[in-house]
């Protein structure tokens, strides 16, 4: 049985959310789960399907929608039962046409041989990976205060970062008084592994070392509080925000690759 989270009860959606939880717990799902009523895009639009009977749930692929023209599966297989992953993706593609959704991607385990073959009527090929990347606060830090002068003329070069809420720290970078950049980090719980997000470049300032001075200018900070590392995440999308990272030396600590799903 193929079905949708409108035709649960309260009691039957608590009862599979604990069960995803427990999967989660073990580390056996690639992507955290979404439930259909913790989605704001597409509402009336099933976001996760299952296969099995109500006593005994099989699978589960939720349907993710970052965009009205743009969704991402993840799936969770919890039999060896091979119509599951075909009865699973027929369903959540039938209802991705439902809703006019053009582009569809999936992270592929390669645990499933479902994968290798075309048996369901679905087609995959490579089109974007996602990294998280990682550097020590050290070898960015020994860059703090260097490059990006020249590039921005001779008007001073200033940094200045401020406390956010839950633990998050402000920094920005400013040319002659006016912001030219900025990003945000955040603390792990040890406090020894700070991530960083939100990195932006006015226009007016790119193509002059600025994103790449506040990234040192930060570790610097960072390290100066008993920070080690410091990890982002980037799409091979975003080649230019790639080849900066990886120019200050992060390294790839983890990828997740998204395939372009297609009806045959």
């Known amino acids: 049985m193929v079905t949708t989270a409108k035709r649960l009860t309260l009691w039957e959606r608590k009862r ?13 799902l690639s992507a955290s789960l979404f439930l259909e009523e913790e989605m704001n895009a597409l509402p009336e639009a099933a976001c996760f399907f299952f296969y099995g009977t109500r006593r005994r749930y099989q699978g589960v692929l939720s349907v993710f929608f970052p965009t009205e023209q743009e969704a991402e599966f993840t799936v969770a297989v919890f039999s060896e039962e091979k119509e ?23 992270v592929a385990d390669p645990r499933f041989a479902f994968w290798e073959g075309r048996e369901c009527g679905v087609r995959l090929s490579l089109s974007f990976s996602e990294y998280m990347l990682c550097c020590d606060t050290g070898t960015l830090a020994r860059e703090s205060g260097t490059g990006a002068t020249e590039r921005a003329g001779k008007e001073e070069i200033t940094f200045f970062c401020s406390a956010e809420a839950d633990g998050q720290i402000s920094c920005r970078l400013f ?21 960083l997000f939100c990195l932006e470049t006015k226009e007016k300032f790119r193509r002059q070392g600025l994103a790449k001075r506040l990234i040192c ?6 390290a100066g509080k008993g920070a080690e590392r410091i990890r982002l995440q980037v799409s091979s999308k975003n080649h230019p925000a790639e080849k900066l990272y990886r120019g200050l030396g992060f390294w790839t600590e983890e990828q997740r690759d998204y395939y372009k799903t297609e009806e045959q």
């Not at 599979?16 to 056996?28: A, F, M, P, T, V």
């Not at 200018?217 to 960072?222: H, K, P, R, V």
């Open 16 to 28: 599979l959310r604990n069960r995803i939880e427990e999967y989660e717990n073990r580390g056996s």
């Open 84 to 106: 599951i992953l075909p009865a699973l993706f027929t369903a959540a593609l039938a209802e991705c046409r439902r809703f006019l959704v053009e582009e569809v991607y999936t």
């Open 175 to 195: 040319c002659a008084e006016e912001e030219a950049a900025e990003c945000l980090v955040m603390p792990s719980a040890t406090g020894k592994e700070w991530y």
């Open 217 to 222: 200018e930060t570790a610097c900070l960072l």
